[in-house]
């Protein structure tokens, strides 16, 4: 329902993400233009594909989560701090504020350099080495398998769900382990969960949930501490029966959003 105790469900945007590179680090951002259908701009159009992940850019097909490289399976990854220039494909990264290595993705030299760097991450060998991609129009979100719609759809966290959780565990958890596009409060916790085929306000855009996002392993990872401290699905079952935190939502009429752009549900 949209109404909790009588009152409509209404919040504000509080971050914008998106994650250029699948597995790599958020790239904070300050407005953006959702397009109905669309998914949210240069989230997941790129990554690093195993070396059997059975990827053929001249026959696409969505393949799952776990045949690029990604945080429920590399949790190192979370120790690097990447930014991905999606003009230039310009890719940097550091280690504790220290640069590690920059590489012009856009060239055969850049992507080799980029691919072997992670393969001796990784400690894998020749024949195992991961390949950059890049799909677009296609994502390689988690739920691109589903769907094309879930794969163009944005994910939206509801901070106060974070909140309430880590207040029923006794641990402060940080919303970036769930890896949202769309960052909120000013919801009842858990409130989002019940709106799924419902209609939503996010400023001008509308947009209809879909899917409830079940969580994986990959929010066990610390995104500052790079270990694994939580076995936070496992928690959710625990404490509330399911695996759950955030959702999915489709764009269906476009519109600019900011940080500070109202959310809200209307509808019975």
């Not at 400023?203 to 790079?226: F, H, Q, S, W």
Request: proline fraction near 6%; include cysteine.
């Amino acid at each position: 329902m949209c109404f909790e105790r009588g009152r409509m469900l209404t919040g504000n945007i509080q971050a914008l993400y998106h994650y250029p590179v699948k597995g790599l680090t958020a790239q904070r951002i300050d407005h953006v233009r959702l397009n109905p259908a669309q998914g949210f701009p240069f989230d997941r159009e790129f990554g690093f594909a195993r070396h059997d992940s059975g990827y053929d850019p001249n026959a696409y097909k969505p393949l799952p989560k776990t045949r690029f490289l990604m945080l429920m399976m590399d949790e190192r990854l979370a120790g690097l701090e990447s930014h991905f220039d999606t003009e230039t494909w310009q890719l940097s990264l550091h280690v504790q504020g220290k640069p590690l290595m920059a590489a012009d993705l856009s060239t055969q030299k850049g992507r080799q350099e980029t691919e072997t760097f992670f393969a001796r991450m990784f400690d894998m060998t020749a024949d195992e080495m991961p390949r950059f991609v890049h799909a677009a129009p296609h994502r390689f979100t988690d739920v691109s398998v589903a769907s094309e719609a879930l794969m163009n759809a944005v994910s939206l966290i509801n901070t106060n769900s974070v909140k309430a959780f880590g207040e029923k565990i006794g641990q402060e958890i940080d919303p970036m382990r769930f890896r949202g596009n769309i960052l909120f409060d000013g919801w009842p916790p858990f409130s989002e969960l019940d709106l799924v085929g419902k209609e939503i306000r996010i400023g001008d855009a509308r947009a209809k949930i879909t899917l409830r996002t079940r969580r994986c392993a990959a929010t066990e990872v610390n995104p500052k501490t790079v270990k694994r401290d939580l076995p936070l699905p496992r928690l959710l079952v625990q404490h509330y029966g399911h695996a759950d935190m955030g959702v999915y939502a489709e764009i269906e009429t476009g519109a600019e959003i900011e940080p500070g752009t109202p959310i809200r549900c209307e509808g019975v």
